[in-house]
């Protein structure tokens, strides 16, 4: 967490972890992986009133954020949700909430509804055989009338089975184009789909013919590619804030546990080597501290170099949390490994959110290009 919240933000990240706490445990976390749903709907709603749906909203359209820089409010749940470990769609609601604002008061009555958490909102972006890149979208959408004819196939679709609406990228003859289409239209099919993470669940979405008016429209040609780069920068960076409250929690656990658990009657946080290996975690976990919070102060802030700082946070933090996360488990030694211990699902969620929304390496390549591409 950044060390200079203000009063509010401090006041609003001690509220969404007592929520957290007392509503989605690790125990809760267990019994919902063996429920068809990820996460209840009134669950996600009281999280709604807390704010978590609001940040990215502007008080015209019914939001508002804590502290005037909604995507660092925004971090500070995701961070926690981190912590818990515990389910819902903040990042792709998020990410659909970023396009939606930015069309502006057409699409008010949607954003009213997943403001107030009565809808749930998903983005359908990835495509089966396409790494990260949204660009160029395989789905077609074919002018029919004043609207479009949809056809292709999303996957990986988070909290899609779930999903009221989905924000669809897809390829317009005149290029890209956003449309925002009911989970119940004609032509929809949506076929949940496993994940590591046991109660992040995903789907694969089939538009097949699927028509749609004007009214769908969020955004087409430029302005879509400029809302698709900003939804992908707001969604990465709350998974990195996601990432860095699990290998926050882990590392608490571990150190607790190095000093609890004794060998050859001495505690192992006694043992100079482990001591070493636990100052390198720390030092790494601050990294990802500092990383995370300079990616969200730069999309509120200094938009100029916020595809840099998000990747440069999403390509360390990737890399980090998965290193951490597991020296954690092996720190506990043969009870680290087990189902009945918590830290699998700590791993499991680090390790999803690594690949969700670009791995290290295309973020590594991502800065490379914008390098290159502002020193030409």
Avoid at 39 to 61: I, K, Q
Avoid at 171 to 195: E, F, K, R
């Amino acid at each position: 967490m950044d060390v200079d919240l203000t009063a509010d933000q401090r006041l609003f990240h001690s509220t969404t972890r007592d929520y957290l706490e007392k509503s989605a445990p690790l125990s809760r976390v267990r019994e919902l992986a063996d429920r068809a749903l990820g996460f209840e709907r009134d669950w996600w709603r009281r999280g709604a009133e807390l704010g978590w749906t609001a940040m990215l909203v502007p008080e015209s359209l019914g939001g508002g954020s804590v502290s005037g820089s909604p995507v660092v409010d925004l971090a500070i749940v995701a961070e926690e949700m981190g912590r818990a470990c515990a389910p819902g769609p903040l990042t792709t609601t998020s990410a659909v909430l970023t396009g939606l604002v930015r069309a502006g008061e057409p699409f008010a009555d949607p954003i009213a509804g997943i403001v107030a958490g009565e809808s749930i909102a998903a983005w359908a972006v990835y495509e089966p055989g396409h790494g990260w890149d949204p660009a160029p979208p395989g789905t077609r959408a074919e002018p029919d009338g004043d609207g479009y004819l949809l056809t292709g196939v999303k996957d990986r679709v988070e909290s899609g089975d779930q999903a009221d609406l989905f924000l669809v990228t897809a390829a317009a003859p005149d290029g890209p184009v956003q449309l925002l289409v009911p989970a119940d239209a004609p032509g929809v099919t949506v076929t949940p789909v496993w994940t590591l993470d046991l109660v992040r669940r995903t789907a694969q979405v089939s538009f097949e013919g699927v028509r749609v008016g004007a009214d769908a429209v969020v955004q087409r040609g430029a302005a879509a590619a400029e809302a698709v780069e900003a939804q992908l920068r707001v969604a990465a960076t709350l998974a990195t804030a996601e990432m860095t409250g699990a290998v926050a929690r882990s590392f608490d656990v571990t150190v607790q546990w190095m000093f609890d658990r004794y060998s050859f009657g001495r505690p192992l946080a006694s043992y100079q080597a482990l001591k070493h290996r636990m100052a390198d975690n720390k030092t790494w976990l601050e990294a990802c501290h500092a990383t995370t919070s300079g990616a969200a102060h730069a999309i509120d802030e200094a938009p100029e170099r916020a595809a840099e700082a998000v990747s440069v946070a999403k390509s360390y933090v990737g890399a980090k949390a998965p290193v951490i996360v597991q020296d954690c488990v092996q720190l506990h030694g043969g009870i680290g490994v087990t189902w009945e211990h918590d830290l699998h699902l700590y791993l499991r969620r680090v390790t999803l959110d690594r690949a969700l929304y670009g791995t290290p390496e295309d973020h590594r390549r991502r800065v490379t290009d914008l390098l290159e591409r502002s020193a030409a």
